[in-house]
T-cell receptor, first 114, second 117 residues
């Protein structure tokens, strides 16, 4: 059974710092991996989607990598800003090939201090 | 603007009552999903539907029911059989294939928070 783990559960950094969020999964037979952002009391917003054949995806200050063999993904945030404060969730797709059936990690809550 | 609308945003239920959460999308997405989120836990899949008049159980379907009579609507009923219904409920949809808005990217609604009194 696929399990997704995110470490750390919470992270606090000063503004301007570069940071890395970690996601690990137990079964390397995945269809894709997505990173989401969730603001308090809100729904999820998709940040980056990495297909199983890809190694990384970039969007602005965000870069996500995928290493299926080691069961790991990282989300790199460059030059962090207070507006980046939110909970970041990674999710693995591949459950029977249905791309909407995702297994989520518990999330990392990020606080960027001005 | 295209998107997913969930209502109500907050809902209170007495023990023994059934409640229905609404989810409507105007993205022309084929597949829709219901997830449950508890504090400190990741989202867990309740039910999903890939086409009208068809749906499948997710990992935690017990105590819930759904219907998919229209492509744009996927309501979730939390029944009295659900022993711990207090949670944040998220509806999502995805466009399957190419040429569809948000193809292969799961789009979420803003969520409904259910509290049992």
């Amino acid at each position: 059974k696929q399990e997704v783990t995110q470490i750390p559960a919470a992270l606090s950094v000063p503004e301007g710092e570069n940071l890395v969020l970690n996601c690990s999964f137990t079964d390397s037979a995945i269809y894709n991996l997505q990173w989401f952002r969730q603001d308090p009391g809100k729904g999820l917003t998709s940040l980056l989607l990495i297909q199983s054949s890809q190694r990384e995806q970039t969007s602005g200050r965000l870069n996500a990598s995928l290493d299926k063999s080691s069961g790991r993904s990282t989300l790199y945030i460059a030059a962090s800003q207070p507006g980046d404060s939110a909970t970041y969730l990674c999710a693995v797709g591949g459950h029977g090939g249905n791309t909407g059936k995702l297994i989520f990690g518990q999330g990392t809550t990020l606080q960027v201090k001005p | 603007d295209g998107g997913i609308t969930q209502s109500p945003k907050y809902l209170f239920r007495k023990e023994g009552q059934n409640v229905t959460l609404s989810c409507e999308q105007n993205l022309n997405h084929d597949a829709m999903y219901w997830y449950r989120q508890d504090p400190g836990q990741g989202l867990r899949l309740i039910y999903y539907s890939q086409i009208v008049n068809d749906f499948q159980k997710g990992d935690i379907a017990e105590g819930y029911s759904v219907s998919r009579e229209k492509k744009e609507s996927f309501p979730l009923t939390v029944t009295s059989a659900q022993k711990n219904p207090t949670a944040f409920y998220l509806c999502a949809s995805i466009g399957l294939g190419t040429g569809v808005s948000g193809a292969n990217v799961l789009t979420f609604g803003a969520g409904s928070r259910l509290t049992v009194l």
